[in-house]
């Protein structure tokens, strides 16, 4: 079993729609969580970055870390069709330990 | 600002042949990665540097990988003999200090025939 689980995908939306991504993670030493947005033939780019539990807001973007369930969410509001790309979560135990990514959600917001 | 650079962008080698990547970093960033991507999966950290000095190699294949960032900025990563199952993306990136957000450069696609 992987430590970090996500849906491969590939989620299809229309353009504006509210997106949700999701990633399921197994190890309860996990304390800080990413997104990031990696678009074709490059590489990824942070988007949201949460410590511990809670919810974190930037403009369309909202990070939701729920570590009871060891679950977290990203959402996307008015989806647009340059929000199409993966997303890979992300996660480490400590200050300085390394990332452990999921393997991603392609996601694809049709004009 | 410049970002991390990567060259080769793309190389097609074939199996138990060498080859060799290239990254230089943003100016001023102390911590460097290298990272392998596979085709549907996650970046995954090969290794890190702190200037010129490793700080984790954990996930490295030391058999046939090796890297190195001698004057604590370049980095090279070297695979010899490859393997079809390192046709990879790799990906290098580099943060001010670590923890730090990391920056990614575009990667270089290897495909191992």
């Known amino acids: 079993q992987k430590e970090v689980e996500q849906d491969p995908g590939p989620l299809s939306v229309p353009e504006g729609a509210i997106v949700s991504l999701n990633c399921t993670y197994s190890?309860?030493?996990?304390?800080?969580f990413m997104w990031y947005r990696q678009y074709s033939r490059k590489g990824p780019e942070l988007l949201m970055y949460?410590?511990?539990?809670g919810n974190k807001e930037d403009g369309r973007f909202t990070a939701q870390v729920d570590k009871s369930s060891k679950y977290i969410s990203l959402f996307i509001r008015d989806s647009q069709p340059s929000d199409s790309a993966t997303y890979l979560c992300?996660?480490?135990?400590?200050?300085?330990?390394?990332?452990?990514f999921g393997g991603g959600t392609r996601l694809m917001v049709k004009p | 600002e410049a970002g991390v650079a990567q060259s080769p962008r793309y190389k097609i080698i074939e199996k138990r042949q060498s080859v060799a990547f290239w990254c230089n970093p943003i100016?001023?960033?102390?911590?460097l990665y290298w990272y392998q991507q596979i085709l549907g999966q996650g970046p995954k950290l090969l290794i890190q540097?702190?200037?010129?000095?490793?700080?984790?190699d954990s996930q490295l294949p030391k058999d046939r990988f090796s890297a190195e960032r001698l004057k604590g900025v370049d980095s090279t990563l070297k695979i010899q003999p490859a393997k079809l199952e390192d046709s990879a993306v790799y990906l290098c990136?580099?943060?001010?200090?670590?923890?730090?957000?990391?920056?990614f450069g575009p990667g270089t696609r290897l495909t191992v025939t």
């Open positions: 990136a580099s943060s001010l200090e670590a923890p730090g957000e990391q920056y």
């Open positions: 190890n309860s030493a996990f304390q800080y």
């Open positions: 949460t410590y511990s539990s």
């Open positions: 992300a996660m480490r135990k400590g200050a300085g330990n390394m990332l452990t």
């Open positions: 100016s001023g960033h102390a911590t």
């Open positions: 540097f702190q200037n010129n000095g490793v700080v984790d």
